[in-house]
Nanobody, 124 residues
Framework: QVQLVESGGGLVQDGGSLRLSCAASGGSFNNYAMAWFRQAPGKEREFVAAISWTGGATTYDGSVKGRFIISRDNAKNTVNLQMNNLKPEDTAIYYC?????????????????WGQGTQVTVSS
């Protein structure tokens, strides 16, 4: 069993920054690839960023590359998402997810555990 809890969401103006955190418990955190997804009202959940078991490899969606940075601290069982230069189109509920399989890292169905999400709202 793995539980994921996101935090750090909020309201920010266009161009601002936020740092999201996801705390994991109840499982072997080091053996899971971790990712962030987001879902806006009326739209499907979309991939944002992922990080490998050791943190040595990262993947970003093209829409956030250069603005967002994903990181993990296995000693603290946390994964973070630093979001810079936020834009209104980044507004969504952000979810962290854990996967025991490295295949299909951008596909939501490949993830075994999900957090409840944290709201990020960017005003124009």
């Amino acid at each position: 069993q793995v539980q994921l809890v996101e935090s750090g969401g909020g309201l920010v103006q266009d161009g601002g920054s936020l740092r999201l955190s996801c705390a994991a418990s109840g499982g072997s955190f080091n053996n899971y690839a971790m990712a962030w997804f987001r879902q806006a009202p009326g739209k499907e959940r979309e991939f944002v960023a992922a990080i490998s078991w050791t943190g040595g490899a990262t993947t970003y969606d093209g829409s956030v590359k250069g603005r967002f940075i994903i990181s993990r601290d296995n000693a603290k069982n946390t994964v973070n998402l630093q979001m810079n230069n936020l834009k209104p189109e980044d507004t969504a509920i952000y979810y962290c997810a854990a996967s025991a399989s490295g295949a299909g890292v951008r596909t939501p169905s490949r993830y075994d555990y999900w957090g409840q999400g944290t709201q990020v709202t960017v005003s124009s």
